[in-house]
């Protein structure tokens, strides 16, 4: 159980996006909370967006609110970020988590997530 590998990283100029994709083996039966971090180099893990598996309500960042959805596929069990109006500041290691969890608001922080992926760089340049 917990197992995720980011994927769909790489390099968009400004304005472009990309598709960023978790495999989630998280499936037990239970609710899940599925979320997105971002890490620019030398800075902190910061929160993007949540998705609660049990009810499909979405949590979003200010800073990418409009611009990032997330979604998933249960049939493939897989959470996607797509990212549109990319910007220089977008540049970062993004990592999706998981938490088994029927409460999905307000849940931005590290320490509330169990299982983590690796990370998948996204670079933005001009």
């Known amino acids: 159980q917990g197992q995720l590998a980011e994927s769909g990283g790489g390099s968009v100029q400004t304005g472009g996006s990309l598709r960023l994709s978790c495999a989630a083996s998280?499936?037990?039966?239970?609710?899940?909370?599925l979320a997105w971090f971002r890490q620019p180099q030398g800075k902190e893990r910061e929160w993007i967006t949540t998705?609660?598996?049990?009810?499909?309500?979405?949590y979003y960042a200010d800073s990418v609110k409009g611009r990032f959805t997330v979604s998933q596929d249960n049939s493939e069990n897989t959470l996607y970020l797509q990212m549109n109006s990319l910007k220089l500041e977008d540049t970062a290691m993004y990592y999706c988590?998981?938490?088994?969890?029927?409460?999905?608001?307000?849940?931005?922080?590290?320490?509330?997530?169990?299982?983590w992926g690796r990370g998948t760089q996204v670079t933005v340049s001009s």
């Open positions: 988590a998981a938490e088994r969890s029927a409460f999905c608001g307000n849940r931005q922080r590290i320490a509330q997530y169990n299982y």
């Open positions: 998280v499936s037990d039966g239970s609710g899940h909370c």
């Open positions: 998705l609660s598996t049990s009810t499909g309500n979405t």
